[in-house]
């Protein structure tokens, strides 16, 4: 039996006491008492379980599911166009495996523990297992998509598209050794993930990151949207020579990640306050991490006195002119900002980093805009395969992450508004009856249906109604009926309906098939 605990950094909270054993011989009969007891609503019975989904998770009718899967279709045909393959790992991992590489948001890990005596935890993102995965196999060279379930124990807003179990959906750069990083793409709720890892030229990699970030969102038409990008090395650089000793890089990063919620001024307190640095160091990171710009700040950049003569900052602002290069190549440069105040909070990072935002929501629908925060995000990991490996060794990757449940919340609520039906089946044909018994005409008719690779469906009675019948197919959006009656058998004929304008034809029986495809083609 799994029970799941909630970690805080770098410790395991006490779990509540194991409930007495039952022997399996026991089992049954008490289970079986207890569900009689509960029917029954006698005194003392166990109480009914609350009719509710967990707290930040949700059920998802079809209408909505079959809205997620035509977003995540889209997503994924993005990823193929980019030769990206599947993977899949365990929802399960090590707690050891995931521990140590998500800085202060190691405290949102479920932890489970069984009685094998395993420590596991629900997986956090798909780019840890990810790694796991390239030192376990001692893959060097790989570009992959994943999408499936992660947990986080944060506090849920699902109005803005954030829950504890969601998808994550991205895509995933391995490179063998180089000194270019690795890259990886991953989407937020669906994690949706894409990731390069392997040896490749700089930048080329990080560059096609972003290029299907661009491609996804503009395919998606969700607004106007702007892609946030910086490097670890560039905010290094800046806190070194700020005077922030190199100890407190990681949690400088991970206040100064606050920007994009907290005004300047909360930042600095927070610095001063909390994490120990002097108040003029802080002043000093706020020169640079209040910028953003382009190729033009970038230069300037270079030039800086300070900046200049920092090595990690002069390779960051190197690589950072170069993938400007290959973006105007691109030619997406205008929905991409250079903004030193991203720094994405995650330990792993090592280079390029990036994240889009919508700016605006262009639905004359909805009244207020819908405010569902970053969309995708990713960036670079030269580090994490090397901390699986046995002999360290390490494989350069870079990746991107869809925010699938948070692009999923905007168009939920544009459905909501507009009033739009969404197809919950893909049936094609209806086989319907006009008279009674006649229900084995309508198996056969259906069985021929069905083996020639057409999708059909019967209503399940013996002598249904034929309006009855239509109406299913007008309220289900089912485009074609195929009707067969007593005067229809005697010919050899089936009557095909255009559900939308009512037209009937009479078609020769060994033509049905042909022609049903012919109507159907797009």
Not at 84 to 92: F, N, Q
Not at 185 to 205: E, H, N, S, V, Y
Request: neutral net charge; proline residues 6%; hydrophobic residues 40%.
């Amino acid at each position: 039996m799994l029970r799941v605990v909630p970690l805080a950094a770098g410790w395991l909270l006490p779990a509540a006491p194991s409930a007495p054993r039952v022997s399996q011989a026991r089992a049954w009969p008490l289970a079986h008492g207890v569900l009689r007891q509960w029917r029954a609503g006698s005194a003392g019975a166990v109480p009914r379980p609350a009719l509710k989904t967990p707290k930040g998770t949700r059920d998802h009718p079809p209408a909505y599911t079959a809205l997620r899967d035509r977003l995540l279709a889209a997503v994924v045909t993005c990823f193929k166009r980019h030769g990206a393959a599947a993977i899949d790992t365990p929802v399960l991992e090590l707690r050891e495996t995931l521990m140590g590489k998500y800085g202060e948001e190691a405290k949102l890990i479920y932890e489970l523990q069984d009685q094998g005596g395993e420590l596991l935890a629900l997986r956090y993102d798909l780019t840890v297992p990810f790694a796991r995965y390239l030192a376990m196999n001692k893959i060097t060279n790989m570009k992959r998509y994943h999408i499936a379930k992660v947990y986080r124990r944060d506090n849920p807003a699902t109005t803005r598209g954030r829950y504890r179990e969601f998808y994550h959906c991205g895509m995933w750069f391995a490179e063998p050794k180089h000194l270019s990083c690795a890259r990886s793409l991953c989407c937020f709720f669906c994690p949706q993930d894409f990731d390069i890892a392997g040896q490749f030229d700089p930048m080329i990699p990080d560059a096609e990151c972003l290029k299907i970030v661009h491609e996804i969102l503009s395919d998606l038409q969700l607004g106007d949207f702007l892609i946030k990008v910086n490097d670890r090395r560039i905010l290094n650089g800046i806190f070194a020579v700020c005077g922030i000793p190199e100890s407190k890089f990681i949690t400088a990063c991970c206040t100064v990640d606050k920007l994009d919620k907290v005004p300047w001024e909360e930042v600095r307190s927070e610095m001063v306050g909390e994490k120990g640095l002097s108040p003029e160091a802080a002043d000093h990171i706020g020169e640079y991490v209040q910028l953003h710009g382009g190729l033009e700040l970038i230069e300037r950049l270079l030039q800086d006195p300070k900046l200049s003569q920092n090595k990690l900052a002069k390779e960051g602002l190197g690589d950072m002119k170069l993938l400007f290069e290959y973006l105007t190549l691109f030619g997406i440069t205008g929905k991409i900002s250079f903004d030193l105040s991203l720094a994405r909070g995650l330990d792993y990072y090592t280079g390029v980093i990036f994240e889009a935002v919508l700016l605006q929501q262009e639905n004359e629908h909805v009244e207020e805009p819908v405010s569902v925060g970053s969309v995708a995000g990713g960036g670079r990991y030269d580090g994490l395969v090397g901390m699986f490996d046995p002999k360290g060794r390490k494989v350069p990757c870079v990746g991107v992450s869809i925010g699938i449940e948070r692009i999923f919340s905007i168009l939920e609520q544009r459905m909501k508004a507009s009033g739009e039906k969404v197809r919950t089946t893909e049936t094609q044909v209806l086989v319907a009856t006009p008279h009674k018994h006649l229900l084995a005409a309508r198996l056969k008719l259906i069985s021929e249906l069905w083996g020639a690779g057409i999708k059909a469906e019967m209503l399940y009675k013996k002598d249904p109604k034929l309006l009855k019948q239509l109406q299913y197919c007008e309220d289900t959006g089912i485009p074609l009926a195929a009707i067969v009656g007593e005067q229809e058998l005697t010919d050899g004929v089936v009557k095909l309906r255009d559900v939308a304008t009512r037209v009937e034809v009479d078609i020769p029986r060994e033509k049905l098939v042909d022609e049903i495809r012919r109507r159907l083609e797009p």
